[in-house]
């Protein structure tokens, strides 16, 4: 009879320490950065709440930082996460459309501006693989690296997906005319039925997939050596 399969837990471990930093910060970082631009605008609510801190444990949520992140790698899913949303009164905007639209768009823009950060220190790191010093210090950075990208091109196109209360919906409520973006905001209480019902018929990935992979080669054509 064959052998059965049992968990590899040095195996999960390693996974774990190339994951974890790159999720933690990436989700942080998108969160830190609503709250900042929104106090540019006049709003200072995040800051006042403490919630303008790289130091993670404010922002943990721990459904969406901690137990769902290791549950899709424990499972080798596609890893996804998020933190505490950072607390953002949109009345206090100076202007109010400028500043939502400015606050919405902040944390998927990071993410995009880490994922080609990452993309860049990785090409670094893949040049200096050979040796002992490249084997104990550039591989394991590059395979952070290398998931820093992923997590963060996966964050900023889901985010980014024009569907309330996604960033994407309140950019483009923020960008349409007042009558439409009043009746787009009206479908914010179901967006997220709206999101577990396209995944559900297999129709996220149709909106999902091509985005991403617009945004990785994007990202390759910027990062390419030029002849």
Known sequence: MPESSSFD?????VQLSIWAVPIVFAIILHEVMHGFVARMFGDDTAERAGRLTLNPIPHIDPMGTIILPTLLLLF???VFGWARPVPVDFRRLNPRRAGMLAVAAAGPLTNLALAVLSAVALRIALAHLAG????????PLALMLKAS???????????LLPLLPLDGGRVLA?????PLSAQLEKIEPVGLFLVIGLSAFGLFGW????AY???VRVIH??????A
Do not use: C, K, T
């Open 149 to 159: 990208v992923i997590i963060n091109i996966v964050l900023a196109v889901f985010n």
């Open 221 to 226: 054509e910027l990062i390419r050596p030029r």
């Open 76 to 78: 080798h899913m596609p």
């Open 9 to 13: 837990v040095s195996n999960f471990i």
């Open 132 to 139: 002992l010093w490249g084997q104990r210090i550039a591989l």
């Open 213 to 215: 992979h617009l945004v």
């Open 174 to 178: 923020g960008l349409l005319p007042l």
């Open 207 to 210: 909106l999902f997939d091509p």
